[in-house]
């Protein structure tokens, strides 16, 4: 139990383009799912927290404007890299909090190449 | 400053050794410490979860300790095998909901 999936695994996309990414709870309800970013070699970062149905805390640093987030549902959340640049280049991870539960679960990540 | 630090950073080791990895907190409040194992290019999966109370947590060859009095938790791995080559990371949840605390991880790697 307690599957987290995201869609695409791999992106490459043009710079100047925007990219969106899908985080999906498979078997749960995910009153919270949280996004990373994690540059190779490095630990995760933590980019933003998004809550169901309300605006996403952003980390400090984190341009609230380039990474658009939505929770529309407890099992999809989205991130939406906008005019990406290579330096946006990484790996984007997802991980969903089962209500009422003190710990998160990861999806596969997603790796964003901008050319 | 609630932080999470872990050592070594990097450990090589033989096939069929066994090895110690381990992780120290000054989270407060403390609920929970996670021990992750991430492939490279995939995202954590979870291998072990300890609350306050427990002292040990094994799943497979992959034993947790807490000491809660002290922070620190270790992660032993037993007879390691090729595919234990990974980074394992210590996460600290805190009681202030929503909140956890990522280790910078150890990178394992076993040889034949």
Redesign the interface.
């Given at each position: 139990g307690a599957v987290v999936s995201q869609h695409p695994s791999r992106v490459i996309c043009k710079s100047g383009t925007s990219v969106k990414i899908e985080c999906r709870s498979l078997d749960f309800q995910a009153t919270t799912m949280f996004w990373y970013r994690q540059f190779p070699k490095k630990s995760l970062m933590l980019m933003a927290t998004s809550n169901e149905g309300s605006k996403a805390t952003y980390e400090q640093g984190v341009e609230k404007d380039k990474f658009l987030i939505n929770h529309a549902s407890l099992t999809l959340s989205t991130l939406t890299v906008t005019s990406a640049h290579p330096e946006d280049s990484s790996f984007y991870i997802c991980s969903a909090r089962l209500a009422g539960v003190d710990t998160q679960y990861f999806g596969p990540g997603t790796r964003l190449t901008v050319l | 400053k609630n932080q999470v630090e872990q050592s070594p950073q990097s450990l090589i080791i033989l096939e069929g050794k066994n090895c110690t990895l381990q992780c120290n907190y000054t989270v407060s409040p403390f609920?929970?410490l996670?021990w992750?194992k991430q492939d490279t290019?995939?995202?954590?999966?979870?291998l072990t979860?300890m609350t306050f109370s427990e002292n040990t947590k094994s799943n497979g060859r992959y034993t947790a300790t807490l000491d809660a009095d002290t922070k620190q938790s270790s992660l032993h791995i037993t007879a390691s095998q090729l595919s234990d080559s990974a980074s394992y990371?210590c996460v600290v949840?805190s009681?202030n909901?929503?909140k956890?605390y990522?280790?910078?991880?150890t990178?394992l790697n076993v040889k034949p």
């Open positions: - | 609920s929970n996670r992750y290019g995939r995202g954590p999966v979870s979860i990371i949840g009681d909901f929503n956890f990522f280790g910078s991880g990178k």
